[in-house]
């Protein structure tokens, strides 16, 4: 079945340090690929998406780019802030609308 | 800004008891999901909703929970009865179609069982 690979976290970053966080995804077909980042005691808020090979997602300085060839989307951010500090989910949406997640990266970002 | 509304938002129940939980998706969604969220399974998806058409539950235990859309503004989560490995925050989240402008998420509802 369909599914989404994270990379185990937490991740520890100093401010101003450059993020990368892995994600790979299984899946038949062209899904929908997402990043979902949750502060403590709040639910999901969508980052990014891309719905094609090749689009690349931004927003708030964080970019991932789908890669159909390596089947990824690998988040970025070229500068860290301490109030980046999260938790970060990858997910994909297949042909079934279905949205499914990986397992969710810690980002600590210290100052 | 448009929010998906759950309620309660903490819940404490004695095991054996009849859970609700609520959500109220945003005006003109009309796909509707439910998760719940724990530290040893992370994400799953329990079940989900198109027009008020549960579309799959699969990823719910049948003999004790149940999903509903009475109508386009509420959907309803119940758990009878309740069994301390219920203990979760249960997300809702709406959205358009497939999704492809993402889907909303509520803030949860913390489910506590003693």
């Known amino acids: 079945g369909n599914s989404v690979t994270q990379m185990e976290g937490p991740v520890t970053l100093s401010e101003e340090a450059f993020l990368t966080i892995n994600c790979t995804y299984t899946?038949?077909?062209?899904?929908?690929l997402f990043w979902y980042v949750q502060y403590p005691g709040e639910g999901l808020q969508l980052l990014l998406k891309a719905t094609k090979a090749d689009d690349k997602g931004s927003n708030k300085g964080f970019e991932a780019t789908y890669r159909k060839e390596t089947t990824s989307f690998h988040l970025e951010k070229g500068s860290v802030q301490v109030s980046d500090s999260a938790v970060y989910f990858c997910?994909?949406?297949?042909?079934?609308?279905?949205?499914?997640f990986g397992t969710g990266t810690r980002l600590q970002v210290f100052p | 800004d448009a929010r998906v509304t759950q309620t309660p938002r903490d819940k404490v129940t004695e095991m054996g008891q009849e859970v609700t939980m609520r959500c109220q998706p945003i005006?003109?969604?009309?796909?509707v999901f439910w998760y719940r969220q724990t530290m040893m399974q992370g994400l799953e998806l329990l079940a989900y909703f198109r027009n008020r058409a549960p579309l799959d539950d699969s990823g719910m235990p049948k003999d004790r929970f149940s999903a509903e859309m009475p109508d386009a503004t509420l959907a309803t989560l119940k758990i009878q009865p309740s069994e301390p490995r219920d203990s979760a925050v249960y997300f809702c989240?709406?959205?358009?179609?497939?999704?492809?402008?993402?889907?909303?998420f509520g803030s949860g509802t913390r489910l506590t069982v003693v």
């Open positions: 005006l003109g969604h009309n796909t």
């Open positions: 989240a709406s959205g358009l179609d497939n999704g492809l402008y993402g889907y909303t």
């Open positions: 997910a994909l949406s297949d042909y079934t609308d279905k949205l499914i």
């Open positions: 899946a038949t077909g062209y899904p929908s």
